[in-house]
T-cell receptor, first 112, second 113 residues
Framework: QKEVEQNSGPLSVPEGAIASLNCTYS??????FFWYRQYSGKSPELIMS????GDKEDGRFTAQLNKASQYVSLLIRDSQPSDSATYLC????????????FGKGTRLSVIA | NAGVTQTPKFQVLKTGQSMTLQCAQD?????MYWYRQDPGMGLRLIYY???????DKGEVPNGYNVSRLNKREFSLRLESAAPSQTSVYFC????????????FGEGSRLTVL
C-alpha cells in the first residue's frame, strides 16, 4: 500500500510569517509530486508540481523535493489570511498511468 | 470552458436506494477518476479509467460501479446505498498520463440515511 503522510495540523502561523508544510511518501520509485490547496467546501486546486530534486519557486510558494529522504515540502512566504486552507500532498508512482495518491492534508490557519 | 462537471451537487438517499453520479469533462483528457473525501481521511480513490473503454479499482471500490461511457463521461453508481457511503465525491480528469495534474469537479455531497 503506497502511503503519503502529512501532519494533520492545524498549523497556525501569524500573518507575514513563513508557513512550512511537510509530506513523506513510502514509494521510493515515485516520480511526480503535487501540492493542492482546498478551501472548506470547495474542490482541490493545484498550486505546485515538482518532478526533480531541489527547489521550485512560484511567487510566494516554494516546493522542495528530496527523493533520497522521500520527502517533499511546501513553503509559503509572507503568509496571508487567504492562505488559510487545507493543503494536500499528492504523489504519483513510476509505473505507467498510476493514479495520484493523496495525503490526508494539513490544515493551515494564518492569523491576522 | 466548463472543465469537469459533476451532477448532482447534493443528494439525500435512504439506505438501499440506488443512484448514479455523473461526470463529464471537456478538456479531451484520457484519464478520469472518482475520489471520495471524508473528514480526516483525505481523498481516497474509488475507481479510475486510464482511457476510454478501461476501468480499474482504486483503494475503496466496494459498493460502487463505474462506467466510462465515452471519452468525456465517467459515471459512478451506488447500487444499494449504505450510511458508510455518506461522503463528498469528486470526479477528476488528468491532462497527461504519469506526470499530469488532476482537474477536479466541484464535488457531489451525498447523504445516506
Amino acid at each position: 500500500q503506497k502511503e503519503v503522510e502529512q501532519n494533520s495540523g492545524p498549523l497556525s502561523v501569524p500573518e507575514g510569517a513563513i508557513a512550512s508544510l511537510n509530506c513523506t511518501y513510502s514509494d521510493r520509485g515515485s516520480q511526480s509530486f503535487f501540492w493542492y490547496r482546498q478551501y472548506s467546501g470547495k474542490s482541490p486546486e493545484l498550486i505546485m508540481s515538482i518532478y526533480s530534486n531541489g527547489d521550485k519557486e512560484d511567487g510566494r510558494f516554494t516546493a522542495q523535493l528530496n527523493k533520497a529522504s522521500q520527502y517533499v515540502s511546501l513553503l509559503i512566504r509572507d503568509s496571508q489570511p487567504s492562505d488559510s486552507a487545507t493543503y494536500l500532498c499528492a504523489v504519483v508512482g513510476n509505473s505507467g498511468n498510476t493514479p495520484l495518491v493523496f495525503g490526508k492534508g494539513t490544515r493551515l490557519s494564518v492569523i491576522a | 470552458n466548463a472543465g469537469v462537471t459533476q451532477t448532482p451537487k447534493f443528494q439525500v438517499l435512504k439506505t438501499g436506494q440506488s443512484m448514479t453520479l455523473q461526470c463529464a469533462q471537456d478538456m479531451n483528457h484520457n484519464s478520469m477518476y472518482w475520489y471520495r473525501q471524508d473528514p480526516g481521511m483525505g481523498l481516497r480513490l474509488i475507481y479510475y479509467s486510464a482511457s476510454e473503454g478501461t476501468t480499474d479499482k482504486g483503494e475503496v471500490p466496494n459498493g460502487y460501479n463505474v462506467s466510462r461511457l465515452n471519452k468525456r463521461e465517467f459515471s459512478l453508481r451506488l447500487e444499494s446505498a449504505a450510511p458508510s457511503q455518506t461522503s463528498v465525491y469528486f470526479c477528476a480528469s488528468r491532462r497527461q498520463e504519469h506526470t499530469g495534474e488532476l482537474f477536479f469537479g466541484e464535488g457531489s455531497r451525498l447523504t445516506v440515511l
